[in-house]
């Protein structure tokens, strides 16, 4: 049975065995005198029942179809014969690919070895007792499950101390996604560039000038290893992320300063949520206009200037990923500034200073912490932005301070280096894992810090 | 009059024109901000609106059976592949007598667009009777033709119609045999390479499958991580690791989120690529730090008051949530989970790492069938190299962005009607 059918039929199991708990718990109260001589209601004993007849069945479910395919690859390439058995793990996986392709009629098995074309045969049985298995387990499982249940139904169990009890676990569980999801993170980048680094040195990673991942097709081939220097990534990187804060940090805070201290409401009550509309527009949509819209009119003025510019200029790309973060910049720095209390202000105000002095000695002093914990997240945003860049930044790694030039990023090159079919074991699709840690890393120092610095410096009023 | 009145008259005037000079800097600086949305929403409109009309050429067929190759009660698998294209040139050669050769007659047909084959073919299976009879209908033009008609005459110059073909739909349009229709195949079709058939359709409903993904998996452990957290976490080490950790997630860039889903969703437990399950499951991931924050604050707003009544009647802690804090909070956490997805709907990056890239002409129909969504086919829209597919991708945007506006308008009214100040 299909998995998706199987979970259609839990389902229907499930809702039984909480039906049958329910009657049960009337069944076994009415020779008392009614439910109230239960310990619990009545749907505690059938969310008991259901909770027997689901968790257990589920639980294996899950384990079996994270370890079918495991095993049964294992079993396949166990029983070839010794003198196609893969010695390294790239023979592994093209000795597998081909055994599935065949397995599913998209290699003709004619040409083929034919102890391949047994194998595939071999996975193809095995995948269908698997599944034929799973099914008779998980629904086996579930109706001995679902019996233990509805016998435990007893008017002294205390069944809603025990349903509270497992929907607590299930809570905490939940909670307990954040953790899971940042461990897999760590996991998935760190043990594939482990990998990387076993095949190319940290030192030349971190510190190499020469980027060309293309790894060869002939071994004898020039430069047939790649090159995997870094640095021109992350002087690229830094280059469009500066160009997009020197856009996006005067102009967000100077707007957030007129909305929170000057404007009108009536303006504020129409110029914030414009402002913020900038926040929820798709990357992808900046990144189309970078592309087709601000990168030629940048073109076309540098050239009228006299100016050689790239058609994906490292300009174009910035320029937009700033106009995307104002809004982020602006609103966090709006929270800060008011949140500054009134009486800093009356006080400065009172003494004669002008309101922008007042702004610039008191009241930014007094949010600072807050605006560069802003700017920190910001910069964190503009070097993990993706699409901006995959659609208007350039693809050669170009070492270069200059905004006209065309530059590529780290978010680029994880892009370019993982989209379309690719084996899990060319130091290609690894370097790009590589390149995938260095970001999180960087981010994660740059939220870390930013909000270091909001709690350490933040000034306590009243 | 003291020495410090006098310096303060004299700097009097100066601080004012800094004060007038910074109130500048601040209207400027909202004025760019205002600008940059009018310029990208303008820019987008202008660019769009055109591709959701297109050119039909109006010619008068003969369902000649010769020419289509059938026999003359057809059987259907002869009409499926029957020869419509020389139907469809003959129509076209019979409006311009005067083309010979070759390649003239090869760039006449080329002024209609594949798409009318098709239709051609539906048309007859539908009404066999047609055969040896001819009428009048409109055939779509190709994507060049289309291309032509719209642009002004600057534009026209570039166009890639060669000038016998634009004298010819020159005279199309004066002999009023042009006529522009809604671009209705723009929302039932799926991509194609042709522009003319591309369509959003499929785009649109695996965008459906991966958001039903997502809604389906985030919204409930949102707010059951929402739940814990705020009514029973104890205050210990693992609830601040949780904490730490939701907070970090929600600033980690989402290509990673697609890393994630690549090492192991489709690396370690073989999922399928390009399917809107896999999808939905990294967005899901993606999202969570959205809607657990904002659950949180919905569960926060419900006054401990209500609380200790229900503990007071009586009420275990289990209860007191289900029955009294979770509805209270509900609007709540519907806002916040309707902004999630809005986020989700808009993200691409995450979803280029598990391969939802690919060019899937079917209309996808579950969510374990090969799938892309919106944001990754303007993406590939925007790739493609025929300038067609700059409206088309124009019209996707527009298409995304008022899905995106009809959810947030959504969230809006929700807070605004559901929401009870305390």
């Not at chain 1, 760590?186 to 510190?207: C, D, G, K």
């Not at chain 1, 910069?379 to 993706?386: C, L, V």
């Not at chain 1, 990023?409 to 290609?428: A, H, N, P, R, W």
């Not at chain 2, 929403?41 to 059976?65: M, R």
């Amino acid at each position: 049975m299909q998995t998706g059918n199987l979970l259609l039929l839990m389902i229907a199991l499930a809702g039984v065995a909480w039906f049958a708990g329910f009657r049960r718990s009337h069944a076994v109260s009415a020779p008392l005198g009614g439910i109230r001589f239960l310990h619990s209601l009545p749907t505690y004993y059938a969310s008991l029942a259901m909770f027997w007849c689901v968790l257990p069945s589920m639980l294996l479910l899950g384990l079996w179809l994270i370890f079918d395919g495991a095993v049964v690859r294992h079993l396949v390439v166990e029983q070839l014969p010794v003198a196609i058995q893969p010695g390294s793990p790239v023979e592994y996986n093209l000795l597998l690919t081909k055994i599935n392709n065949v397995a599913s009629g998209a290699l003709d098995s004619s040409n083929v070895d034919p102890a391949i074309v047994a194998a595939s045969e071999r996975l193809n049985t095995l995948n269908a007792q698997s599944q034929n298995l799973l099914t008779a387990v998980v629904i086996g499982v579930g109706v001995l499950g679902g019996m233990w249940g509805w016998t435990r139904v007893q008017p002294q169990l205390r069944a809603r101390q025990r349903v509270e009890r497992v929907v607590r676990w299930m809570l905490m569980l939940s909670a307990s996604i954040a953790i899971l999801t940042t461990v897999g993170i760590v996991m998935s980048v760190l043990f594939e560039s482990i990998r990387f680094f076993q095949s190319v040195s940290i030192t030349e990673f971190l510190f190499g000038l020469e980027w060309s991942p293309q790894t060869a097709l002939r071994a004898d081939q020039v430069a047939a290893s790649g090159a995997f220097g870094a640095v021109p990534l992350f002087a690229g990187t830094l280059l469009i992320s500066a160009i997009a804060l020197t856009v996006a940090v005067p102009v967000g805070l100077m707007s957030a300063i007129y909305l929170a201290e000057y404007a009108h409401p009536r303006v504020r009550a129409f110029a914030k949520p414009t402002l913020e509309i900038l926040a929820g527009v798709p990357t992808v949509v900046y990144g189309f206009f970078a592309a087709l819209t601000v990168a030629p009119l940048i073109r076309g003025f540098g050239q009228s200037l006299g100016l050689d510019v790239a058609s994906e200029s490292a300009l174009a790309a910035g320029l937009v990923m700033g106009v995307m973060i104002i809004p982020f910049v602006s609103s966090l720095a709006d929270d800060v500034i008011t949140a500054v209390p009134q009486a800093m202000r009356d006080g400065s105000l009172a003494l004669g200073a002008t309101q922008s002095e007042t702004i610039k000695k008191v009241v930014i002093p007094a949010a600072l912490p807050g605006i560069m914990g802003g700017v920190l997240l910001a910069a964190s945003r503009a070097i993990g932005e993706t699409m901006i860049v995959v659609m208007a930044a350039g693809l050669n790694a170009n070492l270069t301070v200059n905004p006209l030039e065309a530059v590529t990023t780290v978010t680029v090159q994880i892009v370019t280096l993982l989209v379309g079919d690719q084996e899990f074991d060319s130091s290609k699709t690894l370097a790009a894992f590589a390149l995938g840690l260095m970001l999180f890393l960087t981010t994660l120092a740059l939220n870390v810090l930013a909000m270091h610095i909001v709690k350490k410096y933040r000034e306590e009023y009243e | 009059m003291s020495k410090t009145t006098e310096t303060v008259r004299k700097t009097l005037r100066k601080r004012y024109r800094a004060e007038r000079r910074f109130r500048a800097y601040g209207i400027a600086s909202i004025a760019v901000g205002i600008l940059a949305v009018v310029v990208l929403f303008t820019d987008i409109i202008s660019k769009g609106l055109p591709a959701f009309t297109e050119a039909y050429i109006q010619v008068e067929v003969v369902y000649d059976a010769d020419t289509l190759g059938v026999a003359v009660p057809a059987s259907e698998e002869e009409l499926m592949s029957a020869n419509y294209r020389g139907v469809v040139r003959q129509s076209l050669y019979a409006l311009f007598p005067e083309v010979d050769g070759r390649r003239e007659k090869r760039a006449l047909g080329d002024l209609v667009s594949s798409g009318a084959e098709y239709w051609m073919r539906d048309r007859l299976i539908e009404n066999p009777s047609l055969i040896n009879k001819s009428e009048t209908v409109w055939l779509l033009a190709d994507d060049t033709v289309d291309l032509f008609i719209k642009a002004d005459d600057e534009q026209r110059e570039g166009s890639r119609l060669n000038d016998r073909q634009r004298e010819w739909v020159q005279t199309l349009e004066d002999d009023d045999r042009v006529e522009m229709r809604f671009n209705a195949s723009l929302f039932t079709h799926g991509d194609s390479r042709e522009p003319e058939q591309a369509g959003l359709w499929g785009a649109v409903a695996g965008s459906f499958f991966t958001m039903l993904v997502t809604l389906g998996l985030s919204f409930p452990i949102g707010v059951a991580a929402a739940v814990y957290l705020e009514e029973f976490a104890p205050k210990n080490r693992l609830t601040d690791f949780i904490e730490v950790n939701i907070n970090n997630l929600a600033a980690v860039p989402s290509i990673i989120f697609g890393l994630l889903g690549l090492a192991i969703f489709i690396g370690l437990f073989g999922l399928p690529r390009s399917v809107p399950l896999v999808g939905g499951m990294v967005l899901t991931l993606m999202t969570l730090p959205t809607i657990i924050i904002s659950a949180r604050a919905a569960i926060k707003a419900v006054p401990p008051s209500i609380r200790e009544a229900a503990l007071g009647l009586g009420a275990s802690r289990m209860q007191m949530v289900t029955h009294h804090v979770l509805p209270l909070a509900m609007p709540g956490m519907l806002t916040g989970a309707i902004i999630g997805m809005a986020q989700a709907l808009g993200e691409t990056a995450p979803l280029l790492m598990i391969g939802m890239v690919a060019f899937i002409v079917d209309i996808p129909g579950g969510p374990v069938s090969p799938a892309t969504v919106l944001p990754v086919q303007i993406y590939l829209w925007a790739d493609s190299p025929e300038s067609s597919f700059v409206a088309l991708t124009s019209a996707a945007i527009m298409v995304l962005l008022g899905f995106l506006i009809m959810m947030n308008t959504i969230a809006v009214v929700l807070r605004k009607r559901l929401e009870r100040r305390w």
